[in-house]
């Protein structure tokens, strides 16, 4: 059975990006694994002083998992999977995307442009750029929300 590797950073965009990929999975009669990456953020300052920025790793995880989670529950008749790991999302996604059974990435992007799109980069773009299987990006789409 195909597998389709729906990737979200759990904005509330992530829904529009779900409901495409489930749709999708149902057309080709596939299973979807629903995929999230919780950066971890990393202690800046001096030793003696502790880091600046700690993080609650498995609180972070569990929290994305319950969130995946509720978006599973709305689709009881399909075959879905939930899989939450750290580290840096572009490379994370990449990794699922080329080591698993997946035969589709779907990717949501925000659509920004310019200076916006220069500061804040864009994990989508370089996804498409350097995926190895199929990638269906989902537009955001104003009117849906």
């Known amino acids: 059975m195909a597998e389709i590797l729906i990737a979200v950073d759990l ?6 990006v779900i409901n495409t990929g489930v749709e999708l999975a149902e057309k080709m009669q596939a299973s979807v ?3 999230t990456v919780i950066e971890i953020g990393i202690g800046l300052g001096l030793p003696e002083a502790g880091p ?4 609650d ?4 995880i569990k929290e994305a998992e319950d969130i995946l989670q509720s ?5 009881p008749a399909a075959n879905i999977n939930i899989r939450v790991t750290t580290g840096n999302p572009k490379n ?3 990794d699922e995307a080329h080591n698993g059974e997946s035969a589709i990435l ?3 992007t925000h659509g920004r442009t310019g200076l ?3 500061l804040v980069g864009s994990t989508a773009e370089y996804i498409i750029r350097h995926a190895r299987i199929p990638v269906l990006v989902v537009p955001y789409n104003k009117e849906e929300h």
């Not at 790793?57 to 972070?60: A, D, E, F, T």
């Not at 978006?71 to 689709?75: E, G, L, V």
């Open 11 to 16: 904005s509330p965009f992530s829904e529009q």
């Open 33 to 35: 694994t629903l995929f």
């Open 52 to 55: 600046v920025f700690t993080d």
């Open 57 to 60: 790793i498995q609180g972070r």
């Open 71 to 75: 978006y599973k529950d709305k689709y």
């Open 92 to 94: 994370e996604t990449l």
């Open 106 to 108: 779907v990717v949501g």
């Open 116 to 118: 916006n799109h220069m």
